[in-house]
């Protein structure tokens, strides 16, 4: 039997206010199953009550779902780490899904249109995703949140996340999955799109323009214990535990809901005009200013495709009045 708070956070979100963690830009755990362990797809009730919280998340897509009380510069420091954490929890999930979808494509030809639709959208939600974390403006970055790694261990590096190996391929662009010819071209460049946002984010909060989980790649010491996984996800909040489909998928839910609706009260880029104003003139082309204001709507349609819903019956749902 799982724990009462443990219930809390796998729980599916309600439709009116914020109901993740104890209070606005409030934390809670990610729970996923170990590496390379399948999600078993409980289905009955729950299934049916994911499909239904789902479209209730859809039908909000128009409307909103409100806001909170808007964060002062006293507070930027208690934002920005709750989208350094949450963004990264989505970026795990989607990691997890864009798996899910690599191996459809290759063990089930006829799912192969569905499969490359959701690929793409996939790594559309991770390119928002780099953009929601990486928001902060540089002060606050260089205080807290990169010595926050440093202080865990002085080698943090990105590559030692535990969902990142099946899709590390796709993100090096070393081999193009074999979607569909008419997605193609649109995966093309939005891989070489995460690849921009990572860089240009990095110019911008980072000095000499290298994340610390850049550097750290050529700096660790290959004869160190291999203990880096449950470093990285201990600093993440991320336990590792069996979980069924309907579990991972309710928590992004929440995070998903919990995100638009920071970005209807407070916008991408809060406080100071510093943190958008520091951008690289690359960072302000109208792809990756496309992809700012394509953030909340990429989170509705990554929702609806990980329910199991088509594309077209994703966006029937979010302009549906």
């Not at 290298?210 to 600093?235: H, K, T």
């Amino acid at each position: 039997m799982r724990r009462p708070s443990a219930v809390a956070a796998l729980s599916l979100p309600g439709t009116d206010g914020w109901d993740f963690g104890d209070y606005p830009y409030g934390l809670e755990p990610l729970t996923m199953p170990a590496p390379n362990i399948a999600a078993p797809d409980r289905g009955g009730r729950d299934g049916a009550d994911l499909d239904d919280a789902c479209l209730d998340f859809l039908a909000r897509a128009k409307e909103g779902f409100g806001i909170t009380p808007p964060v002062d510069d006293s507070r930027l420091g208690q934002l920005f780490w709750f989208r350094w954490i949450i963004g990264h929890h989505v970026s795990f999930v989607i990691w997890r899904l864009l798996a899910d979808e690599l191996s459809r494509l290759s063990s089930n030809p006829k799912d192969r249109e569905a499969a490359s639709v959701a690929v793409t959208e996939y790594v559309r939600a991770y390119c928002g995703m780099l953009l929601y974390t990486g928001s902060c403006n540089s002060a606050i970055y260089n205080a807290d949140i990169r010595p926050s790694m440093h202080r865990l261990h002085s080698t943090f590096s990105g590559t030692w996340a535990p969902d990142y190996p099946p899709v590390r391929s796709l993100f090096r662009g070393r081999r193009l999955p074999a979607v569909v010819d008419s997605e193609r071209e649109r995966l093309v460049r939005q891989v070489e799109l995460s690849h921009r946002i990572h860089l240009g984010v990095a110019a911008k909060l980072v000095e000499g323009g290298r994340s610390l989980l850049q550097q750290s790649v050529a700096q660790r010491d290959a004869n160190q214990p291999r203990m880096w996984e449950g470093i990285f996800d201990c600093y993440f909040l991320t336990l590792r535990a069996p979980t069924t489909r309907q579990e991972i998928l309710a928590q992004l839910l929440r995070r998903n809901k919990a995100i638009v609706m920071d970005l209807a009260t407070n916008g991408l880029y809060p406080g100071s005009p510093e943190s958008r104003d520091a951008t690289s003139a690359e960072m302000r082309h109208p792809d990756i200013v496309e992809c700012e204001e394509d953030l909340t709507p990429s989170l509705f349609r990554v929702a609806g495709l990980a329910a199991g819903f088509s594309a077209s019956r994703v966006a029937k749902e979010m302009t549906a009045s």
